[in-house]
T-cell receptor, first 112, second 114 residues
Framework: GQQLNQSPQSMFIQEGEDVSMNCTSS?????WLWYKQDPGEGPVLLIA?????ELTSNGRLTAQFGITRKDSFLNISASIPSDVGIYFC????????????FGGGTRLMVKP | DGGITQSPKYLFRKEGQNVTLSCEQN?????MYWYRQDPGQGLRLIYY???????QKGDIAEGYSVSREKKESFPLTVTSAQKNPTAFYLC?????????????FGPGTRLTVL
């Protein structure tokens, strides 16, 4: 089945720094979703991307749908302590029919 | 408020016992999903249902069972056949029957088997 590889696996940064993480696939995706999971909670959708080359912002978050359709990037500007959590990318495709496949996540830790 | 609820938040069971996790949604979504999350790992699909009275196995269905008698409800039973049931379980739903629709998640249930 298709796999999504996220990097880095974890990041420990200082408050105020910008953050960049990415997600790559060996197959073409037509949709990219970015979720954030707070500790002990369910993931919450941050940004959805539907078109190659698309650049979408949500407050301090910006995500891009790669031109090759095999990657996506998420950037967080001026990080704050509440940005702590696990960030997942997701896209359609996988072993079980055409369900969403999730990346392994990037764990972000922010030092005040 | 519209949303997905899971109960309980924390659940403890003895080894060998079956346990059922609740998931309810009032979003009028057709599709519902169950995922398992282990520490430091991503989400793995257990079962999904695209319509009432129908469900399909996901990537790791062994040791689990589900039912979908009502559109709003998709309970998951962790049976004694599941060899390593301790995990964080997440329920999700999406509007359409296409599995590629955006999924919205519940708050999760942390199951610990003693």
């Amino acid at each position: 089945g298709q796999q999504l590889n996220q990097s880095p696996q974890s990041m420990f940064i200082q408050e105020g720094e910008d953050v960049s993480m990415n997600c790559t696939s060996s197959s073409i995706f037509n949709t990219w979703l970015w979720y954030k999971q707070d500790p002990g909670e369910g993931p919450v959708l941050l940004i959805a991307l539907y078109k190659a080359g698309e650049l979408t912002s949500n407050g301090r978050l910006t995500a891009q749908f790669g031109i090759t359709r095999k990657d996506s990037f998420l950037n967080i500007s001026a990080s704050i302590p509440s940005d702590v959590g696990i960030y997942f990318c997701a896209g359609p495709g996988g072993n079980a029919g055409n369900m969403l496949t999730f990346g392994g996540g990037t764990r972000l830790m922010v030092k005040p | 408020d519209g949303g997905i609820t899971q109960s309980p938040k924390y659940l403890f069971r003895k080894e060998g016992q079956n346990v059922t996790l609740s998931c309810e949604q009032n979003l009028n979504h057709d599709a519902m999903y169950w995922y398992r999350q282990d520490p430091g790992q991503g989400l793995r699909l257990i079962y999904y249902s695209q319509i009432v009275n129908d469900f399909q196995k996901g990537d790791i269905a062994e040791g689990y069972s589900v039912s979908r008698e009502k559109k709003e409800s998709f309970p998951l039973t962790v049976t004694s056949a599941q060899k390593n049931p301790t995990a964080f379980y997440l329920c999700a739903s999406s509007r359409g029957q296409d599995g590629t629709d955006t999924q919205y998640f519940g708050p999760g249930t942390r199951l610990t088997v003693l």
